[in-house]
């Protein structure tokens, strides 16, 4: 047997499918007691369970959220959404989340979904938050998180790239080092990657993109094998040169160990290095690795938390940009 919906109570009892809702959420106000006695009998009968949607149609209250994410196997990520979820439940909102798996067309779809369950508001980490449809979004029920748009009319929260990895870089080459690389997945007009990027030639003063060395995002064996020449061929032209590297993220960090391990360079003795975020497998490593630790939690929490806010009390006002604060971990990699 199909499950039964509130109107096929409200067919069965003959009453309104008003008159179920009240009764479901405990309004008795203006029902009277055969009607309340009618209702649990028939309720009764049918093992008739509301779901959490229907309470929350019944009692004109929706408290679900829309979390829309770019790359849910991105481990930033999953941190990012821990302290969304924190946030929400201490709201009482329900979460929905989407992943676009960074193809922005995914996304697309996924945001038409969300609004056809009618969140209250939405938590956009994009994969291209310059896209059209985010025209029609607005700042009293969204915020973005991570990736800024050229021009944003969102509220958008977001780590400190630039002026971060300028102060890295600018420890490495406190250190000595003839040549520095910034190694990367490809810039794509995406904002992290370039403002990390800018904070490098900040502090090197280059003035070309003759060190910046790209490694797909995603992409067939032949490309990281053009990646892992790439590597090599720096490391053989190097002579008596100091060279370090900064990469842009973790998993960057390890396409650039895995291209060192297959020409047995090892670092620091070879290659100074540093990177973008911290996870807990990094701290196994020895020499542990130079790194820009970013709070990607307080960046959901701070999420969630302007979000309860905006919808609680809403003003329209210009979107703003709120930078989380990073720390520099400066071990012996380079």
């Known amino acids: 047997m199909e499950k039964l919906t509130i109107n096929d109570i409200a067919t069965l009892a003959g009453v309104s499918i008003a008159t179920v809702s009240n009764y ?12 309340r006695d009618h209702l649990n009998k028939i309720i009764n009968e049918t093992n008739y369970r509301p779901n959490s949607t229907a309470r929350n149609l019944a009692k004109n209250e929706n408290k679900t959220i ?15 959404l821990s302290g969304i979820s924190e946030v929400c439940d201490k709201y009482g909102y329900k979460v929905l989340f989407t992943n676009a798996d960074n193809n922005p067309d995914t996304e697309i779809n996924n945001i038409i979904r ?5 969140v209250l508001g939405f938590i956009i980490d994009s994969v291209n938050p310059n896209s059209p449809i985010y025209k029609s979004f607005d700042n009293l029920t969204s915020v973005m998180v991570d990736r800024q748009a050229f021009n944003p009319h969102i509220d958008t929260i977001v780590t400190d790239n630039a002026s971060a990895v300028q102060a890295m870089t600018e420890k490495m080459m406190a250190k000595g080092y003839d040549e520095l690389y910034f190694i990367s997945w490809p810039l794509d007009s995406v904002s ?3 403002q990390r990027y800018q904070g490098f030639l900040a502090a090197t003063g280059y003035e070309n993109d003759d060190h910046l060395v790209t490694v797909p995002h995603r992409g067939d064996k032949p490309l990281y094998d053009e990646f892992n020449q790439r590597i090599k061929a720096i490391m053989e032209a190097r ?3 100091k060279i ?17 391990q297959i020409c047995n360079y090892t670092y ?13 497998w990094m701290l196994t490593m020895r020499p542990e690795i130079s790194r820009i630790k970013q709070d990607s ?3 959901g929490k701070q999420a969630a938390q302007m979000l309860h806010n905006k919808l609680e009390h809403p003003e329209q006002k210009q979107p703003e940009t709120v930078i989380i604060p990073t720390s520099l971990i400066i071990k012996d990699s380079f």
């Open 24 to 35: 479901i959420n405990g309004n008795y106000n203006k029902m009277s007691q055969k009607t």
């Open 114 to 118: 969300l609004r056809s369950e009618n």
């Open 244 to 260: 370090g590297f900064f990469t842009m993220n973790a998993r960057v960090f390890l396409r650039l160990l895995k291209a060192m």
């Open 297 to 299: 939690r307080e960046i």
């Open 192 to 194: 992290t990657r370039l």
């Open 66 to 80: 829309g979390v829309s994410i770019a790359d849910i196997t991105n481990p930033f990520t999953s941190v990012i």
């Open 239 to 241: 002579g008596d040169k």
């Open 268 to 280: 620091p003795t070879d290659y100074g290095v540093a990177t973008y975020e911290e996870f807990d």
